[in-house]
């Protein structure tokens, strides 16, 4: 029996890779599929993993739609025993609901690979609606950090090198960082993620006079 599976946790977390590792595992059997994703951010059309690896992949924009992709692919011939979507957090309800559609009907197996929650702590509506049609759920097994060492469970977003709680849902960034001004992104703790305390702030209030030995014993100063 085919199913809708949901790969979810923080970023960082290794679910791109894992993908590209399932898509590889796949067709080493003499299996092919689709390979789908949204908004990555290596560019358009493009699968790939801050480990470097990457491949094509189809570009959902907010129109297509994944039940009529996977339907053509049939009728011209093409083979598809499996469909892998990435970044599916960023995936319409419908889109979701599309591949649901593709499990049922055409007993293809669909891999969904996706952020459960966004920089506020918010469901993304795709990551919701998977989490109400998925056969299953499953969290991913590498743990990402937050700068203290604990396990990191949220995703900031970070502006300046200040943590902020407000602005689109959707904008596109990364762990690496960038530019002044430029949008990046932080995985922290949820003690960490409450107190608005990315590493550059942590560091900040570890160097300040002001700051109670209490707080810095709890936390390690991040190395930067």
Same mark, same amino acid.
């Given at each position: 029996?085919?199913?809708?599976?949901?790969?979810?946790? @923080?970023?960082?977390?290794?679910?791109?890779?894992?993908?590209?590792?399932?898509?590889?595992?796949?067709?080493?059997?003499?299996? /092919?599929?689709?390979? #789908?994703?949204?908004?990555?951010?290596?560019?358009? /059309?493009?699968?790939?993993?801050?480990?470097?690896?990457? @491949?094509? $992949?189809?570009?959902?924009?907010?129109?297509?739609?994944?039940?009529?992709?996977?339907?053509? $692919?049939?009728?011209?011939?093409?083979?598809?025993? #499996?469909?892998?979507?990435? =970044?599916?957090?960023?995936?319409?309800?419908?889109?979701? =609901?599309?591949?649901a559609r593709v499990v049922d009907e055409l007993d293809i197996d669909v891999f969904a690979f996706g952020i459960t929650a966004d920089f506020r702590t918010q469901l993304?509506?795709?990551?919701?609606?998977?989490?109400?049609?998925?056969?299953r759920v499953q969290v991913l097994q590498v743990e990402a950090l937050c700068w203290?060492?604990?396990? $990191?469970?949220?995703?900031?977003?970070?502006?300046?090198? /200040?943590?902020?709680?407000?602005?689109?849902?959707?904008?596109?960034?990364? @762990?690496?960082?960038?530019?002044?001004?430029?949008?990046?992104?932080?995985?922290?703790?949820?003690?960490?993620?409450?107190?608005?305390?990315?590493?550059?702030? /942590?560091?900040?209030?570890?160097?300040?006079?002001?700051?109670?030995?209490?707080?810095?014993?709890?936390?390690?100063?991040?190395?930067?």
């Amino acid at each position: 029996m085919a199913e809708l599976v949901f790969f979810s946790g @923080t970023m960082d977390c290794g679910k791109s890779t894992l993908a590209l590792q399932m898509d590889h595992n796949h067709r080493a059997r003499g299996r /092919a599929g689709l390979i #789908f994703t949204r908004l990555d951010r290596a560019g358009t /059309a493009v699968l790939s993993s801050r480990l470097g690896l990457a @491949t094509d $992949a189809v570009e959902v924009d907010e129109g297509l739609d994944l039940w009529d992709v996977v339907v053509t $692919a049939l009728t011209g011939g093409r083979r598809v025993d #499996f469909v892998i979507c990435d =970044e599916a957090q960023f995936y319409a309800p419908a889109q979701i =609901e599309q591949l649901a559609r593709v499990v049922d009907e055409l007993d293809i197996d669909v891999f969904a690979f996706g952020i459960t929650a966004d920089f506020r702590t918010q469901l993304f509506p795709g990551s919701q609606r998977l989490i109400e049609l998925a056969d299953r759920v499953q969290v991913l097994q590498v743990e990402a950090l937050c700068w203290c060492g604990r396990r $990191a469970t949220h995703n900031a977003r970070i502006v300046d090198g /200040a943590m902020v709680v407000e602005g689109e849902q959707v904008v596109v960034g990364d @762990t690496e960082g960038g530019a002044p001004g430029l949008v990046e992104y932080e995985v922290l703790c949820r003690r960490h993620y409450m107190r608005r305390m990315n590493s550059k702030a /942590a560091h900040a209030a570890a160097l300040s006079a002001d700051v109670l030995p209490l707080e810095l014993d709890a936390c390690a100063l991040p190395q930067l």
